[in-house]
Structure formats: structure tokens, C-alpha cells
């Protein structure tokens, strides 16, 4: 019996792969159109899944609360504001002031300081680098942005004079030249591995949907 | 009809065929893996994490199901089944975060499923997948009460990751965890590479699988890739010199 569900499912799969694979390669009206209505069904469920997804984030954070876990008024916090925010949109809807100034006045502030947190937290990363790493590329990337990140600076750009000069074509040689290959091989290798992880599922090998 | 879609269901052909040829003469031309030291370091960490009865956490990052940007939470997905299989008799199994609900869904079947072949699906909690923020920031907001209080020791970012992949990777280093780092973005690798301790380049993110046993078509589908790789920087080469002739101008 058990076998027999792990077929349906890997067909179902794989025929929807193909299916939506082919509307890309097949210049047919009918298999485009196929391709479109499976991937509208493909965003409804992702929009379903998303409640299934707070479902479980509200579940996490129960169990932490009624368990006292260590930390647990954090979740106790979390839990009424998710409370509140969602009866405030389910009650007024998502365009009403009060939604649209949460947004603004709290979430859009707290991630914007953890933005800033990641500027510290790249510099720290940058001074533990330079003083644990001891590899030659790890050398050679503090060193590079360490030139580009002078060359950006107003003492080059607005400066006259040999050293200013150097260190701004310097940067724009980095940036242009060696980053900018550098980038396009690892983006040809991550385009070659996102293939490769698309066909395995494909073909069934992985089989993200369980056996 | 166009050249392109031609030439892309030929590239798709290709690389199934070489995946296929592969997996069938594995055993009569058998090959090594590169070292990726992240990987080799990895399996040591683990093993020392189960036995110090220490939690591995696998992180799968914002990306949604669909979208481009999927492909390398799948490949966490497949991390995820080895790392779900080496700890599921350990006192504190493996857990898993992402940022989407359905990627949250598909880590629950995949944990599911490695429990059952196990025969200990009674010790599966969905818990142990957990959606922490419909949002980068507000997902890697969460990170730090995850890392600090299941009594993690490995913490592996293995998926799509924005820059807010670095401050996930700084909250392992903070806390003194090992901290695999990879993701698909060229941005976010970089960041990576500066704040994980054993970070993935380029493809590495998509390898996980091959270096972890996952199955022969996963070591099949890196040569593959190697093979693919070849012929598109001979096109380059062959492409530039032309280019360089005059050729096609």
C-alpha cells in the first residue's frame, strides 16, 4: 500500500515538472496554458502554506509559553502582538491606518537596526578575519576591501594627486574587472548547481514531498 | 520557433544524459571528490555534537518554493535528510528553521520521512521544523533564542540567504557554534565568506548532498555539472577568440 502512495506521489510530481518544464521549451497554446494554470495553483497553495507556516510559529512559541521554557516571556510577547495585529487587519483590513502604522512604526524600524547590526557584525567579521584567518585569501579579501572601501572615500574622490589617482583606479579596476568576473563564474556555477538540484527532483532522486 | 528554446531543451538533455551515464558506470569508473573543507568538517562536527548530546540546526533561509530562488533550499532539503539520519537516535535530534511557509512543510515531510525509515516515527515532533518569520530580517530576528537555547553545537546555513544571512551566521559565531555558511546569492556568499567559519563558494552550496552520501546521482549530478562547466567556458574562450578575429562583427 505504502509503495503505491510513493507513486502517486513521485508521479504527480514529476508530471507537473514536466508539464510546467515543457510550457518553457513548447511553442503550444494548450501546454502553456497548463504550465500558467499550474503555477497559479502552485501560488495559492504557497499562500495557504504561509498560514500553515504561522500555524507552526504559533505552536513553537505555545509550547515555549506553557512549558516556562527559558526565554518564554519573549514568546508570551510575540503571541499577543500576533493576536493583535491579526484581528486589528482581519477586523479593519490590511489597508487600514492602524495595520500600515504597526508596519511602519515597528516592524519597518526594527529591521532597519538590524541592518545597522549587520554593518557592526561585518566589521567584526572582518577584524576576526584578518586576525584568526591566517590564509593567503582570506589576507587577500580584507586587503581588497579594504582598498575598495578607501577608494570610496571622499579624501580619493574628491582628491588630486598620485596616491588619490592610484587608489580610485585601483577600486574601479577591483570592482570592474576582478569582482565582476569573479561574480559572473560563481553565478555560472550556482546556475549549473540550481539545475542539477531542479532535474534531480525531476527524476524523482529527491523527494522533497516525503515516501 | 526560436533557437533559444531549442538550445535549452538540448542543454536539459544533456545534462540528464550525463546525470544518467554517470549514475550507471559509477562503479566501473569510480571518482573523488575534491576536498571542500567546510563538508569534511562538517561530519567530524556532528558526530562530536551527538556525542556531546548537542543539537545540529540546519537553517534553510528566506526563500519561498517557488521562485528562483528555491533551488538552493532544496539542496539544504537534501543536507537536511543525512543530518536528520545521523542525529534521530541522539538525545537532542536535529532541527530545522526556514523563512516560507511551504519550504517549513517540506522540511516536516522530509523529517518525517527520515524518522520513519528509521522506525522511530513515534520520536518525530513538527516542531522540530519551524517557521521563524515570514520576513528575512524578521526570520533571522528569531535566530538567536533558537541557537541559544536548544543547546546547539553545529548551526549549518544551507539555502537562499540576503545579507541577512550574515547576522545568521554572526549569531553562531557569537555563540561559539561551528557554523557552516552557504547561499545562492553572489552577495550573500561573500558576506558569508567573511562571517562563517567554514563558508561555501560558488556551486558548493549545491554539493552537500554528494559529500554527505546522499545517493549516487548526487556525486552523478557534480560531475555533471563539471562536465557542462567545461563546454560553457570553451564557448567562452572559442566565443572571445572569435569575437577577437573579427569573427561574427
Known amino acids: 500500500m505504502k509503495i503505491w502512495g510513493y507513486i502517486l506521489w513521485a508521479t504527480v510530481a514529476v508530471s507537473t515538472g514536466i508539464l510546467v518544464l515543457l510550457g518553457y521549451f513548447v511553442d503550444n497554446p494548450a501546454i502553456h496554458n497548463v504550465r500558467l494554470l499550474i503555477l497559479q495553483w502552485a501560488t495559492i497553495l504557497a499562500a495557504v502554506a504561509l498560514f500553515l507556516g504561522l500555524a507552526n510559529l504559533w505552536s513553537v512559541h505555545w509550547k515555549k509559553v506553557s512549558d516556562q521554557e527559558k526565554g518564554w516571556p519573549y514568546s508570551a510577547v510575540l503571541m499577543l502582538f500576533f493576536i493583535v495585529t491579526l484581528a486589528i487587519g482581519l477586523v479593519f483590513g490590511p489597508d487600514c491606518p492602524i495595520v500600515a502604522n504597526l508596519f511602519n512604526y515597528i516592524q519597518l524600524p526594527v529591521e532597519a537596526s538590524l541592518m545597522a547590526l549587520l554593518m557592526v557584525a561585518l566589521v567584526v567579521a572582518g577584524f576576526r578575519m584578518a586576525t584568526q584567518r591566517r590564509d593567503v585569501v582570506s589576507m587577500m579579501f580584507v586587503g581588497t576591501a579594504i582598498i575598495v572601501l578607501l577608494g570610496y572615500s571622499p579624501w580619493v574622490i574628491g582628491g588630486n594627486g598620485f596616491v588619490p589617482e592610484t587608489m580610485g583606479y585601483l577600486r574601479v579596476w577591483l570592482t570592474q574587472v576582478w569582482s565582476a568576473a569573479g561574480a559572473r563564474g560563481i553565478l555560472i556555477g550556482v546556475a549549473l548547481g540550481s539545475i542539477t538540484t531542479g532535474l534531480r527532483i525531476l527524476l524523482a532522486v529527491d523527494r522533497p514531498y516525503g515516501d | ?249
Do not use: C
Open chain 2, 1 to 249: 520557433m526560436s533557437k533559444e528554446p531549442i538550445l535549452g531543451l538540448a542543454a536539459l538533455i544533456l545534462f540528464i544524459g550525463l546525470m544518467i551515464l554517470f549514475t550507471i558506470t559509477r562503479k566501473r569508473w569510480p571518482v573523488a571528490l575534491r576536498s571542500i573543507k567546510g563538508f569534511e568538517a562538517l561530519g567530524i562536527a556532528i558526530e562530536r555534537a551527538v556525542e556531546a548530546g548537542k543539537r545540529v540546526h540546519l537553517s534553510l533561509g528566506s526563500g519561498s518554493v517557488i521562485g528562483s530562488d528555491s533551488a538552493a533550499a532544496f539542496a539544504g532539503l537534501s543536507v537536511l535528510r543525512r543530518v536528520a539520519s545521523a542525529t534521530i537516535l541522539s538525545d537532542k535530534p536535529a532541527i530545522v528553521t526556514t523563512g516560507d511557509g511551504a519550504m517549513t512543510m517540506l522540511a516536516q515531510d522530509t523529517l518525517r520521512t527520515s524518522y520513519q525509515q528509521a522506525r522511530v516515527a513515534d520520536r518525530y515532533r513538527p516542531v522540530m521544523a519551524r517557521m521563524l518569520g515570514p520576513t528575512p530580517f524578521s526570520y533571522v530576528a528569531n535566530m538567536p533564542d533558537v541557537l541559544a537555547n536548544n543547546d546547539v553545537a553545529v548551526h549549518i546555513l544551507n539555502g537562499s540567504f540576503g545579507s541577512e544571512g550574515a547576522l545568521a551566521a554572526a549569531f553562531g559565531e557569537s555563540e561559539g557554534l561551528f557554523v557552516l555558511g552557504g547561499a545562492d546569492d553572489v552577495r550573500s556568499q561573500a558576506i558569508l565568506y567573511a562571517t562563517a567559519g567554514h563558508p561555501l563558494i560558488g556551486e558548493e552550496v549545491f554539493a552537500g548532498g554528494a559529500y554527505l552520501n546522499a545517493g549516487p546521482m548526487h556525486r552523478a549530478s557534480l560531475q555533471a555539472q563539471d562536465i557542462v562547466r567545461i563546454l560553457v567556458v570553451a564557448f567562452i574562450l572559442i566565443g572571445t577568440l572569435l569575437r577577437t578575429l573579427g569573427v561574427g562583427q
